[in-house]
């Protein structure tokens, strides 16, 4: 059994992990900078944002906050009144990890949980089908009205839209007088795991605003969120800074995108880490008494374990979780994941197996 370090690798979560090599160059560049003008009027928010513009080649409007329930829940409140309501997935991380960020920056905004029995909707998507009958079932007054549609790319269960449904969600949605919000925590996984250009399942495929999720794919901290429809973006400046997520010292948190954007950085991490997720997949999921809950395409994999097995990985110093999104155990790759730690987590997961078979 491999003996319990504190500072090994993990499966819990990907922001488990640190800085990449590119990002915290690009941090340690912006510092070397001298003084810079504060609130975001300096080179490397300029250059960042020429960056995102470049890669989804459109003229879209960038803010940079903290983190993704910030990103998530402003962006959301951008696009809704108070009486709005927000369509999303049971396990959407706006419905069941924001604690409720998404309301309270709305004043109110309901999340509307789109719920079906569809194979889709087993892999953590949020389908048409689900989305039209939410809008159609009610058109009272005493109904939140519908306003935005949200899905997660990749989504909470790993699993990953394809354009094609992306297309398909938004195209009911413009249908129904929606917004399609995209909560990309998890993006860059989502575009190497499609190998696509990263507009065709954005922009051109009718996504409105997307949260571009860097922090766990190696940066420091801080997400992007990118307004396709530029009007949506028009007092979001207000916004950012009345909720307090206006970084005074911006180029700490814009630097490091130049260095996960500069010869994709970004897209090399998420490969990366969704390869591992792949060679974990491998290795396990033949292994007597493990269940895989659905195939991994981005970079987790989600198994059912005997709760002998679970105790014993614990044990073990192993961190995961067992209950995030649909259940079983949740085993998440990062950009820095070596190949060793993956073997070395196959391996004790055999020997529990064999032990508690
Ligand atoms: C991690 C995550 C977020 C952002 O979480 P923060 O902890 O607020 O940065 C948003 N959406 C999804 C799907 C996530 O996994």
Redesign the pocket.
Known sequence: MTPVQNDRQQFA?D?LAGICPEALQSLLDANASGHQPAYGDDVWTQKSTDMIRELFQTDCDVYYVF??????SLALASMCQSYHSVICSPV???ET??CGGPEFFSNGSKLLVGEDESPAARLGKLTPDAVEHLVTKRRDIHYPKPKVVSI?QA??LGTVYTVEEVRAIAAIAKRRHLKVHM?G??FANAVAALDVHPSEVTWRAGVDVL?F?G??NGLPMG?AVVFFDRELSADFAWRVKQAGQLASKMRFISAPWVGMLDGDTWLRNARHANAMAQRLHQAIHALPGVRVLHPPQANSVFVQLPAAAIARLHAAGWLFYEFIAGGGCRLMCAWDTQPETVDAFAADLAGVCAQAA
């Open positions: 979560s922001n983190n993704g329930t910030a990103a998530n959407a991380h706006i990890d924001e997660t989504t909470e909560d925590a998890r949260c999720g922090t766990k997400e």
